[in-house]
């Protein structure tokens, strides 16, 4: 019952479509500054900061089901910062694995939008009124 009350309340944090977006954003954080190590060490620290750090402080209120961010944002900045990993998560691992893997990891953040689609609905409503 539990899940059913969260899901109508705050769409798209049912275990299914959070866990895609989660595998994505861990793929981002793993992978960017892997990809950026030997490029730049300054660079790869900041693509942390930027996917981990910015999504962590920044968030639109009655998104999370643990509690909102220390700064509230629109829904239009969130899906933002969900596009930015999903962008980071592709590009990493083209650049570090092969290609089945890359595909692989591809094919994930081409699905996880339409995952989503319920919850930037949602946000894109929350901010308007």
């Known amino acids: 019952m539990s899940d059913t009350k969260i899901s109508t309340q705050r769409p798209g944090h049912d275990h299914l479509r959070g866990g895609l977006r989660f595998a994505t954003e861990l793929i981002a954080w793993v992978a960017t500054p892997w990809a950026l190590w030997s490029y730049s060490i300054p660079l790869a620290i900041g693509a942390v900061v930027l996917l981990i750090g910015l999504p962590t402080v ?22 933002f910062l969900v596009l930015i990993q999903l962008a980071a998560a592709t590009a ?21 939008p339409f995952t989503e ?11 308007r009124q």
């Open 58 to 79: 920044f968030g639109t209120p009655g998104d999370r089901p643990g509690g909102d961010s220390p700064v509230a944002v629109p829904g239009i900045v969130t899906i």
């Open 92 to 112: 990493a691992a083209w650049v570090l694995w092969p290609t089945w893997t890359a595909a692989t990891v591809t094919l994930l953040c081409l699905i996880v």
């Open 117 to 127: 689609l319920p919850r930037w609905r949602h946000l894109m409503n929350a901010t």
